[in-house]
């Protein structure tokens, strides 16, 4: 899969689970070419703002969007995911 791909794949699943207010995927797996562990997986940065997180930890805010991409993980489409993930009152929104 292609990173457009697995880009397409994160903005979907995000959007259907979460119906964010904003939602940026920055592919930076080219900041990672050559690393053998990566295993041909993509590198990817998420900043996510939805109501979805209000009430929840970091922890848990992770978890939620670790969750909704565990398939695509489990199967290295995507290697590593930096997650930022916040509530509209906390993003000034």
Same mark, same amino acid.
């Given at each position: 899969?292609?990173?457009t791909q697995r880009v397409a794949l994160i903005e979907e699943?995000?959007?259907n689970l979460f119906a964010p207010k904003a939602l940026n995927i920055i592919d #930076?797996? &080219?900041k990672h070419a050559g690393h053998a562990s990566a295993?041909?997986?993509g590198h990817f940065a998420v900043e996510i703002i939805a109501d979805a997180f209000e009430?929840?930890?970091?922890i848990q805010r992770?978890?939620?969007?670790?969750d909704a991409l #565990?398939? &695509?993980m489990r199967s290295n489409e995507i290697h590593a995911l930096s997650i930022k993930a916040s509530t509209p009152a906390e993003a000034g929104q």
């Amino acid at each position: 899969m292609m990173n457009t791909q697995r880009v397409a794949l994160i903005e979907e699943r995000l959007t259907n689970l979460f119906a964010p207010k904003a939602l940026n995927i920055i592919d #930076e797996s &080219a900041k990672h070419a050559g690393h053998a562990s990566a295993g041909g997986g993509g590198h990817f940065a998420v900043e996510i703002i939805a109501d979805a997180f209000e009430g929840k930890s970091s922890i848990q805010r992770h978890r939620m969007v670790y969750d909704a991409l #565990e398939d &695509a993980m489990r199967s290295n489409e995507i290697h590593a995911l930096s997650i930022k993930a916040s509530t509209p009152a906390e993003a000034g929104q």
